[in-house]
């Protein structure tokens, strides 16, 4: 084992500095402050009785995985999986989405293969999928480069309020693995010791690249179980981590009884000897989405559907979980 074997990996280490990069965001966001409907899911835009939603983001360097081992057909997946959670995160049904492909030359493989994707995430999610754009770019790209955007409509009054109240009850639910975040610092962690057609050593009927490309899960389906409770604020864990959480206000978020973290989890961490702080400021941790909402609603909406009780809301800031703080 080299030295650099033994270094501890962190994710700005890696290439992407979070705090960085909220920075950067925030100097944006403070240039455009003024302009009404911007939100921290979703931009919302006054219709009469109803609000159009709108979101928009990309795959990032999971692109790279799927790339090195020639198998686009899933992330188009993510792409879709990745706009629509947010505005399920801000109470509202998408309805429809289109997609923004960037390439340094035309490769009718590569876009079949994605349109295939992005086909099965958009009816997953139901969406329509109404086109898009496709730009050949030789002297910006290099490779290629996929994003989306989605829009939704909600009446005003199913928008959730945003802030989490103190006394409330986290209810999460299941992530599908690694989803589409973090995985500069999971690919880099991979590569220490394994090419990306491996088998993946605690699955070995799967290789290594089939399980960084574990597409991300899609939450649209508990829209229905979420307009009937009183939820106040909800957390699509994706960039971040579980610091996700403190964007639903200004609280305490005790995370006492997650979801148990895939393997693919424990790979990363031991392959780039991460620390527990680090993985869980930058990866899901096998909980994808979380909503805060009263305790009384809590177990009916867990009952109804794949979710869980996994902590509570108290005064204070910060996320604890697993003996971290966040």
Known sequence: MTAEDEEELTYAG?????????????????????????????????????????????????????????????????????NVNDLVASGVRPVAFV???????????????????????AEEAGVALVGGETAVMPEVITGF???????GLAPKDAVFPGEAAVGDALVGFPSSGIHSNGLTLARQAASRNHDY????PLDESRTVGEVLLEPTRIFTYLLDALADRDVHAAAHVTGGGWTNLSRMGERRYV???????QPVFQF??????????????????GTGFVVALPPADADPLADETDGRVVGRVEAGEGVEIHGLTL
């Open 14 to 82: 890696a290439g992407v500095d979070i705090d960085a990069s909220e920075a950067a965001t925030a100097a944006l966001v403070g240039e455009v402050a003024a302009i009404e409907g911007t939100a921290d899911y979703a931009g919302l835009v006054d219709v009469g009785d109803r609000y159009l939603a709108l979101a928009t983001d990309g795959v990032g360097t999971k692109l790279l995985v799927a790339e090195a081992v020639g198998d686009y057909s899933t992330v188009g997946i993510d792409c879709v999986a990745m």
């Open 99 to 121: 997609d923004y492909l960037a390439v340094d030359e035309p490769d009718a493989e590569l876009t079949r293969q994605l349109g295939e994707g992005l086909a099965a995430g």
């Open 145 to 151: 480069d996929l994003a989306g955007t989605v829009a």
């Open 197 to 200: 057609d491996d088998p993946f």
């Open 255 to 261: 995370v006492t009884d997650p979801f148990d973290a």
């Open 268 to 285: 990363v961490q031991a392959e780039g000897r991460v620390s527990d702080e680090e993985m869980h400021r930058t990866f899901n941790m």
